[in-house]
């Protein structure tokens, strides 16, 4: 229910944020009148706060493929344990059951 009722507020928000966007960078080019005005740089910087707090961010990936580990290469692999509407409890795994690699990381 919480996780509806956040995807709601983003579709809601997201109209808004398209004007904040447009808003910011007409106040914020000296070129236009509404940039000329006394208080253009203030406006812009609110309408830019707006965008930036309604703006939908993407997932960073974390794109481990390998670690060193006293000197030595292993590969691991990413799994997702718990799969959540607000997060993911992701595990990173060795990849490798090398007994000389094993013997190394002792």
Known sequence: MLY??????????????????????????PSTP???TPMAQRVSAGYDLIYRLG???????????????????????????IDKPFCELRRFKRFTDDTNTLTQLK
């Open 4 to 29: 509806q009722i956040y995807e709601t507020q983003r579709s809601l928000m997201e109209p808004f944020a398209d004007f904040a966007r447009a808003a910011a960078k007409m106040y914020g080019n």
């Open 34 to 36: 509404m940039g000329q």
């Open 55 to 81: 703006k939908d961010y993407e997932k960073p990936q974390f794109g481990l493929t390998k670690i060193a580990v006293n000197g030595v290469d292993v590969a691991v692999h990413e799994r997702i344990e």
